[in-house]
């Protein structure tokens, strides 16, 4: 029994299971041989519990996926939709990561962060986040147990593969009150991305469900739906200024204003 109170059949039990067999193996599941498995959300955050739990490491915080129409049409959404990260896979940057040994099929997005500096509620306003969390700029990796994924793969199956939850690097962490004189100025945080010093996009947070501080409103009020808490030291990457690119070896560098300055990943084969 999940705290979703939803009781997994077989055929759940077995994906939850495949899932965990995927991550720990990094050989890829096929998207055909587990469609209509789960199709309800509900069921999919489940089966998220499921897998993270076969992992028997500790949650270090959560990524926030579909926090933009665009990607919201992508996946057929009205809503965004979170997955649990394990501790070990937030990274302080510069990281080093290698495709071959770490990840499956991994995409990069630039994002805002938030740590809890106190457990979070539902009843805090978007002000009262602001003065309980951290907040710093994050390359965040996405990946998927499954083969060919982007952007094929359902929202179920994303839901339930944790999000799609690669790695996160994450840069300098300030107070979000000292970084942010209001919760208005964190939708106005610019980044430009770069590849081996090739500017390769850029992007605004305002992209995130129009500021950032929503999406962590809105996880905060999910997890809390779901009999779970947002605790302190508990980071979130928040959702994406730009659509992903796929992660490829090479120095990967995404410049922020607003004091947040850079954030580095270096990708090895």
């Known amino acids: ?36 498995v789960v199709t309800d959300d509900d069921t999919a955050y489940a089966v998220q519990d ?49 495709l071959t040994e770490q990840t499956m099929a991994p995409l990069l997005e630039v994002e805002l962060g938030f740590r809890a ?29 499954f083969a060919d994924w982007f952007p094929d793969l359902s929202k179920y199956n994303v839901m339930s593969d944790c999000a799609v939850g690669g790695y996160v690097v994450y840069g300098t962490e300030r107070p979000a009150d000292e970084a942010f004189a209001s919760v208005d100025e964190a939708a106005e945080v610019n980044a430009t991305l770069y590849h081996d010093g090739k500017e390769e996009a850029s992007g605004k947070s305002s992209e995130v469900l129009g500021n950032p501080f929503k999406s962590l409103a809105w996880l905060v009020s999910k997890l809390a739906d779901q009999g779970k808490t947002f605790r302190a030291g508990q980071l979130v ?26 954030v580095t990943v270096n990708v090895t084969d």
Not at 2 to 29: C, D, H, I, R
Not at 241 to 259: A, R, S
């Open 237 to 262: 990457s928040s959702g994406t200024f730009l659509l992903p690119p796929h992660l490829t070896k090479g120095k990967w560098e995404v410049e922020f204003d607003h004091g947040f300055g850079k």
């Open 117 to 145: 500096r106190e457990d979070l509620k539902p009843s805090d306003s978007l002000d009262d986040l602001l003065h309980k969390t951290t907040v710093c700029g994050t390359l965040e990796l996405p990946d998927s147990r």
């Open 1 to 36: 029994m999940t705290e979703q109170n939803v009781t997994l059949n077989s055929k759940q039990e077995e994906f939850a299971q495949a899932l965990y067999k995927a991550y720990q193996s990094k050989q890829p599941l096929k998207m055909a041989d587990w469609d209509g």
């Open 50 to 98: 499921r897998f993270a739990e076969l992992k028997k490491l500790p949650t270090g915080g959560y990524k926030v996926s579909l926090t933009s129409k665009q990607t919201q049409d992508m996946f057929d959404s009205d809503s965004p939709l979170y997955g649990q990260q394990v501790d070990s896979h937030f990274l302080p940057s510069p990281a080093l990561l290698s």
